[in-house]
């Protein structure tokens, strides 16, 4: 027998060896879990920063939407819609100073199409649907790109944060529409403006 061939302290090394072994190899996998676990929330805590930022950035777009319109109606001074114009493009320059999922990052060129639209605004040439649609397309398409429902575990309670995140974003932009809407419909008088617009709130997904 292997036991009896060995010496006191062989046998009492292997008699303590052994069950150490048992414990590693029953400790591996959990191991494994946290670290994987850990990760996850390492992903998920980058993902909120990201759709933090993309947030603000967001928001800014809306601000500058409704100071467009109401330019167009005499109700903004060209200063004040230039300094938000240059607020979004100085955020978006910190932005792609950051590392951002590429989608983002793609998203992100959406704002340089808006620079034709701000040259007509500033002259007084462009229509408000023109305003409305280019605003709307540029900030749906930053939120799209997050992806957040797809980037998180919707089974731990961080997941199911990220994805309210994701309902909030989208219902914010949709207020912002709303808001910049009721601006048009105050100003010229005619609740039916609001129906020559794509919908302002968001579809449910």
Sequence with gaps: MLLGRLRIRGRLALLVIIPLLSMVGLAVPVVLDRV?????????????????????LVQDLQQERLLSVGSLLGRVTRTELIQKSATVDDRVA??????????????????????DLR???????????????????????LIEALRLPFQVDTGTSA?????????????????????????????????????SYPPAWPRSR
């Design 159 to 195: 997941g199911r944060q990220v994805l309210a995140l994701d309902a909030l974003l989208r219902a914010d932009e949709g207020l912002g529409a709303c808001a910049t809407l009721i601006v048009l419909v105050k100003a010229t008088g005619d609740p039916k403006v609001a129906g």
């Design 94 to 115: 910190d932005l792609r100073a950051e590392s951002l999922p590429a989608p983002v990052r793609a998203a992100l060129d959406g704002v340089r199409t808006l620079a």
């Design 36 to 56: 994987a676990a850990a990760q996850r929330a390492a992903d998920t805590a980058d993902t909120v920063r990201v759709a933090s930022r993309i947030g603000s």
């Design 119 to 141: 040259t007509a605004v500033l002259a007084g040439k462009a229509a408000p649907d023109e305003i409305m649609t280019a605003f709307r397309a540029v900030d749906m398409a």
